[in-house]
């Protein structure tokens, strides 16, 4: 499927064009940030992994220098544009081996866990 089939596909859910343009963007930030988290290139500060960023050498892992906290924003726009769209949720998966965001129809999660159903029931945006 190619971008524009996939904006189409999200704006059928009843996102606008920006919107879903939007969410795109968001996407492939948290897709890439969740890859440079797999590689040990970002780590964050903080006993639960959730303090400060910063870039590590994938080398011999020393901390090089702190790192602009993409995924945090990403995050924050994403909460900002979904609370216009309240027949939706979302779902952001952190396996960059795949897409990292899916929005669901509220309809069909019908009380199932989201980790069990975000890839068959919802629509992937990317």
């Known amino acids: 499927m190619c971008r524009k ?3 189409n596909q999200v704006m059928s859910l009843g ?9 795109r963007r968001i996407s492939l930030t948290l897709r890439r ?14 006993v639960r992994g959730d303090g400060v960023p910063y870039w590590h050498s ?5 901390k090089l220098y702190r790192a602009p906290d993409r995924e945090r924003g990403a995050l924050k726009r994403l909460n900002q544009i979904m609370a216009r769209y309240p027949a939706l949720i979302h779902y952001v998966q952190g396996d960059p081996r795949g897409c990292a965001l899916h929005l669901i129809p509220r309809e069909k999660v019908e009380g ?3 980790d069990a159903i975000y890839s068959s029931r919802g629509y992937p945006v990317y």
Do not use: K, M, P
């Open 33 to 46: 940030w969740s890859e440079h988290e797999c590689n040990g290139a970002i780590q964050r500060d903080g």
């Open 5 to 7: 089939d996939n904006l």
């Open 58 to 62: 994938t080398f011999d892992g020393r």
């Open 112 to 114: 199932r866990d989201l």
């Open 15 to 23: 996102v606008n064009y920006d919107d879903a343009r939007a969410l």
